[in-house]
């Protein structure tokens, strides 16, 4: 039975992680940094790691657990093409939809597979912890209107299916129960493989015109906090906690990147912040108190 407390301790470093790389993100779009170098960095910099340790296994004679159908199928959904699906919602939409949309698609996409995939049966409770995260979600980041042609649903689908995949993405992983050292170092090669010739040519040429300061920090951002630190984490996280507390995650980074830029002095919080963050947290508490309520174990399904 997996510790409730470590699991616990593995979700808060998985938001931290992705908090922190995406302040950093943003710091670095501010200043010019294109997106798809932070793409690019966030997923080849891991492989950088992960391909020399996995030829090294390999000629050791060690022996993967997990076939590579599974690996593939979690490249294509957590990988670099979910990195550009996301991305390119922001051609069309603000930031809040962003924030609103994938976080919602996210919670709906993983209670469904989660239902028909784990056997875990949502509660009138937890939809209803989930609905006031949402509400204070709205309140943090606010909803902005696109002037001129009204693109922002072609924004939003992009965001969905962001957020479909990355809510997929979380099942499997608890479904195949996927080691994380294992997992770690595979998703992370496969991932990088991809995103070589996906976002390699306009990366490569971007990063020759960084300042050497800001490359250094994005790399370390980017690629060992968000492609590194946060996959191993986030392994850790789903097979120690319930689907449903693993796919409500992704609304707590922006409070806590919020929190991660006023405690640098970038911002002071708003009022409606300050309320968003906390409906968020009093709707997550509600939403996980019932300890009566027992989540099922997957199964371990063969390939």
Not at 11 to 27: D, E, F, I, P, R
Not at 69 to 97: D, E, K, Q
Not at 138 to 144: D, N, T
Not at 154 to 162: E, K, R, Y
Request: glycine share 10%.
């Amino acid at each position: 039975m997996p510790n409730p407390l470590f699991g616990a301790a593995l979700g808060v470093c998985t938001v931290l992680c992705w908090s922190s790389y995406n302040v950093a993100a943003k710091h670095g779009i501010d200043l010019g940094v294109a997106s798809q170098t932070l793409a690019f960095l966030r997923f080849c910099v891991p492989g950088l790691i992960a391909v020399p340790i996995l030829v090294y296994w390999q000629l050791a004679g060690g022996m993967l657990a997990i076939s590579i159908t599974r690996i593939l199928v979690l490249v294509l959904l957590g990988g670099p093409i979910f990195g550009v699906v996301a991305v390119n919602g922001y051609m069309f939409a603000p930031l809040s939809h962003g924030m609103l949309f994938a976080p919602v698609a996210v919670f709906v996409s993983g209670i469904v597979l989660g239902t028909l995939l784990l056997k875990e049966k949502p509660s009138k409770r937890r939809f209803g912890g989930a609905l006031g995260m949402f509400v204070g979600l709205a309140i943090l980041v606010g909803f902005e209107t696109t002037d001129g042609v009204p693109l922002w649903p072609i924004g939003a689908a992009f965001f969905v299916l962001a957020g479909a995949m990355w809510g997929a993405y979380t099942v499997l992983l608890r479904l195949w129960r996927i080691p994380i050292l294992e997992g770690t170092l595979l998703v992370a090669a496969g991932s990088s493989l991809l995103a070589l010739p996906l976002l390699g040519p306009w990366a490569i040429a971007d990063m020759a015109t960084l300042p050497p300061s800001q490359l250094a920090l994005q790399t370390m951002m980017q690629g060992l906090i968000g492609g590194v630190l946060s996959v191993i984490c986030l392994l850790g996280a789903v097979n120690a906690l319930p689907n449903h507390v693993v796919v409500l995650l992704p609304t707590f980074t922006p409070s806590v990147a919020l929190m991660i830029t006023v405690l640098l002095g970038q911002k002071s919080p708003t009022p409606a912040e300050i309320l968003g963050t906390i409906i968020i947290t009093l709707a997550f508490i509600w939403s996980t108190k019932n300890k009566q309520e027992q989540t099922s174990q997957p199964a371990t399904n063969a390939t």
